[in-house]
């Protein structure tokens, strides 16, 4: 049985923003483990490029669901969700308090809420999309779905063409059948969105990925190359590698990378609190160089 004591924390947000320390802080305050939810910090060797919380720091607080599957293993949200109640339930057996922490939103929702209805994946169609330029599937997806078309990556080819394979299976719009959700598990506190004002999340960004490169984002890279990130299409999308893998194929110079890196990154950002602010119903608090740590009374 929960209690007060052992109850999940959820930690949410943009890049950046310093959920990871804020996590490392509760934990040691609250006697908590980290529940990373990361759609990219599953996969072995995505390191440099996910922020991966550093070897000291898993010292310091048990962290669960890094580095789960290898990159020759897919991964999505219903994993997640079987992996992460685990994990919870491991935590809490042991008398310690489940502290969730990341920025996959969609993660969130999924474990709280449960995922919508949605058919498997087709290979058939999936091949024919995949075979087919990205500006075609856009056009494809915004006259069959705008609403899908407005709140997408459209950068991200893998979600267009699962929107896409989804809206040929059913005749349904992709974002028609990914509203309802079920929302027996929704906890009534300890959802928690931290944020910063923009003019210190984008210089933290740039120091990210400034610091990212200087330690060897493209040398990792490489050696990912060599184990499989470009079969795996998931994978492929991460910020950072994608820039990086079409830097070593020649199509960018380096410095011309890093800049292209920052700005996916800095937009990403925004995608990540329109979607947490229109999709979740968090407690926001607003971090700032003056008000590093927030006032957890009443959060948690």
Request: with cysteine; hydrophobic share 40%.
């Amino acid at each position: 049985m929960e209690n007060a004591s052992s109850r999940p924390i959820f930690l949410g947000g943009p890049t950046a923003a310093g959920k990871s320390a804020l996590a490392l802080e509760l934990c040691e305050r609250l006697g908590g483990e980290i529940i990373s939810v990361d759609s990219m910090q599953v996969y072995q060797g995505l390191d440099i490029g996910t922020a991966k919380s550093c070897a000291e720091d898993r010292r310091r607080v048990r962290h669960h669901l890094i580095d789960v599957v290898s990159l020759r293993e897919s991964f999505d949200a219903a994993q997640f969700i079987r992996l992460a109640a685990a994990a919870a339930q491991d935590i809490q057996a042991r008398g310690r308090r489940p502290i969730f922490c990341g920025g996959t939103g969609l993660y969130f929702k999924a474990y709280l809420e449960g995922l919508g209805p949605a058919p498997p994946r087709n290979a058939k169609i999936r091949a024919e999309l995949e075979a087919t330029p990205l500006a075609q599937l856009l056009a494809e997806l915004e006259q069959h779905d705008p609403a899908a078309f407005q709140d997408m990556d459209r950068r991200n080819p893998r979600r267009v063409i699962r929107a896409l394979e989804v809206i040929r299976l059913t005749g349904r719009p992709f974002s028609a059948q990914r509203a309802p959700w079920a929302n027996a598990k929704r906890p009534s506190a300890g959802l928690i969105g931290l944020t910063r004002p923009m003019s210190e999340l984008v210089p933290r960004i740039h120091r990210r990925v400034d610091e990212m490169f200087r330690q060897g984002l493209v040398a990792e890279t490489e050696s990912l190359l060599e184990q499989g990130l470009a079969d795996n299409p998931t994978a492929l999308q991460a910020l950072g590698y994608r820039q990086v893998v079409e830097y070593l194929r020649g199509e960018r110079g380096l410095t011309e990378t890093i800049e292209l890196v920052k700005i996916r990154t800095r937009q990403f950002a925004k995608r990540q609190l329109t979607w947490f602010r229109r999709q979740m119903n968090l407690e926001w608090v607003t971090l700032s160089a003056n008000s590093p740590s927030p006032d957890w009374a009443g959060l948690i």
